[in-house]
């Protein structure tokens, strides 16, 4: 017979058994004890994590059984370096993440393994015979098959890349928790060239950078590289980003010295098995600055001839470069206009240096002139149009997502659509420069989606952005995106925790621009936070609210630029005069007795008319605007009716409200959720929301009281007036702000 005995232990020899109310009597005492412990709450709570791991961290997973029995080996080719990453990341992941390191195996002697590798590199994956024609250079399938009688899972792509970018997809899959026994998965990305740019300088400034500084050692390099290289590229290549533009777009000519270009290859040697490529920023008139010449026009023959030896030399260092990124005539840099030339002539000149090695130029979009009146909006498509057809066709022309600057809401860039016979990459601004620094949790992917779907109406309706950015709306191969990267050397790399879901969701979209926000923000909690559907899903919601909820706290209804001036820090609705009135606030509101913003109508400047017919017709018309416009196409009275009922005035009133309280029930939700993420991050989140909410108050107290000044009405019954006078606003200095042009 069983005796009713229960071990305490496994060590407790028999005859020391006791019966389970003794036992159960001694564990709870001893848990008494432990709770009467200062601290005791902190022993059970989750291990504190910095961040570091970024949504790689391969924690356990509830379903390790099932991942156990897809995952119990690794037969994976290694000779090659990519083919080594690809196996020792799988390897790495399962092991984190079902506690056992699988094992390598040559065949398939077992059921559970899985089988990587290309036609070329593995008779495994030859001899499934699998239909990889579509899916190109990047692409893989990841597919549950049987090999000899056994279950296996074969990733298999046509390069090492995509098999590389097969892995991460597994490993994604089994990370968030889904199930690996029946995978059916094809992906290739949809877009060519997925790039960051780093706007980091050479000594480490990072412009625009809110998580310390450049992670760059330049001082250090070549020799000293640093382990975070690797991570960093392991990160990327997670989320198929395949280039990286070291240096800041306001670059000093130096980044292209010998010195520089040495520097530029080790990194590139560590990027390399990652499928990483490097760019650098080139300055325009490096010519004269390094190269000793009186000129840089583009039409001369020794500037032609030096830019043709410099990138000979540049691919002697690195033969696979990937091309430079030009920001030319904008903002003061140098540029082909310096010398009557276009910027056709000055991205050609480069293009005809990078056609023989195959790298291309991205030429950026991004430029109004110092002495141009016109509206800032129309100076992109005034310059640009006239050139369409006319770039070499290894040029990209790099256009922001809206017409502006980066602005927490804009609506999509006219260019998108308005030039057929030249392929325009996007870049969207992930380190958030107009909305809030790293401490405001904003998750941008909602934003980037919105513009991708928007319909530029070019070619008829449906012609969204996603699709003159893939090229499919005028057959374009060449193409690409820009993410302006939110990283540092701060240990969490992005400065917040919320803010890697950024970098994260750029990469995703890059590689698919129909992705949807919803659907990368689930995945990426759950890799980040926790499977738990009691913590996914708040803050999931969090995050789909937050950038709504910026709008409406810094600029709601189509208002735009309204930040502090230079390092755009704060509210400053009142900033006005200096040198050029396209870098005030008051030449974007236009607010005055009558009423408030721009009026970009047939009436006003009419950049309503660079887009397309249907479009323009909606933005043109007070009517037919879409609210969320209104003040960035019209100058509209006080009180004007919106479609609330409300008049104009107490619906602005009410919007900041909303963006205030919009953070207030993030903070509560996010309070909700201690106990369930680590205290170290869930403090720090914390923490930050405290500080977004204190920002987000003083953005609509401050906006508020100098708006009112114009309106000169009471606010809406029930809105708080703001506590201080609006001097007291315009007098708050931030002398140290981070991430200033420099
Ligand atoms: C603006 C930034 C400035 C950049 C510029 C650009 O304030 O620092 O240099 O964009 O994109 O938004 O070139």
Redesign the pocket.
Known sequence: MISITSRCGERTPPRARRPIPVCLALLALLLGLLLALPGAAQARALPDEDGYALWLRYLPVQQVAPLRAVSAAVAAPAATPTQVVARDELRRGLEGLSGRRPAAVDGVPRDGVVVLGTPASSPLVAALDLDLAGIGEEGYLVRSVRIGGRAATVIAANSDIGVLYGVFHFLRLAQTGQPLAALDVTQAPKVKVRVLNH?DNLDRYV??GYAGESIWDWHRLPDWLDPRYTDYARANASIGINGTVLNN??TSALALTPMYLDKTAALASVFRPYGIKVYLSARFSAPIEIGGLPTADPLDPAVRRWWKDKVDEIYRTIPDFGGFLI?AN??GQPGPQDYGRSHADGANMMAQAFAPHGGIVMWRA?VYSHEEPDDRHKQAYTEFVPHDGAFEPNVLVQVKNGAI??QPREPFHPLFGAMPGTPLMMEFQITK?YLGFATHLAYLAPMYEEVLRADTHARGPGSTVAKVVDGSLDGHALTGMAGVANIGVDRNWSGSHFDQANWYAYGRMAWDPYAGSADIARDWVRMTFSTDPAVVEPVVGMMMGSREAVVDYMTPLGLHHLMGRGH?YGPGPWVEGGPRADWTSVYYHRADARGIGFDRSAGGSNAVAQYAPPVAAQFGNLETVPEEFLLWFHHVPWDHRMASGNTLWDELVLRYGRGVDEVRGMRATWAGLEGRIDPARHHQVAVFLGIQEKEAQWWRDASIAYFQTFAKRPLPAGQAAPPHSLEYYKSLQFPFAPGD?K
Request: proline share 0%.
């Open positions: 706007w412009e625009r777009v306001n920001k904008s903002e991004f600057d980066f420069e755009h042009g």
